[in-house]
């Protein structure tokens, strides 16, 4: 069983940035992996970043890509998204997903307004 918390959501302006934190209980070798994902109103959840930690590669999708950052600290079981130069269609739920398991957390309000 595999429990994930997020954190760091607010609201910001365009230009700003965030960084988002989610740390996950009970140990699993689906915590090993992890990803980002986000649901705006009224669309589907989407892919946001992934991390691997056999080799530290990460993965973004291109309206992310440079502009977030994922990092990972294996010693606290906590996965980053640091967010920079915000824009109002970054506003969205942010959720932390084992990339390989499906285990959702309760998600993290990111709001950008325009």
């Known amino acids: 069983q595999v429990q994930l918390v997020e954190s760091g959501g607010g609201s910001v302006q365009a230009g700003g940035s965030l960084r988002l934190s989610c740390v996950a209980y009970?140990?699993?070798?689906?915590?090993?992996?992890m990803s980002w994902y986000r649901q705006a109103p009224g669309k589907e959840r989407e892919f946001v970043s992934a991390?691997?930690?056999?080799?530290?590669?990460?993965s973004y999708a291109d309206s992310v890509k440079g502009r977030f950052t994922i990092s990972k600290d294996n010693a606290k079981s906590t996965v980053y998204l640091q967010m920079n130069s915000l824009k109002p269609e970054d506003t969205a739920m942010y959720y932390c997903?084992?990339?390989?398991?499906?285990?959702w957390g309760q998600g993290t309000q990111v709001t950008v307004p325009s």
């Open positions: 997903k084992p990339t390989l398991c499906e285990y």
């Open positions: 009970g140990y699993s070798y689906c915590t090993y992996d």
């Open positions: 991390i691997d930690s056999s080799d530290g590669s990460t």
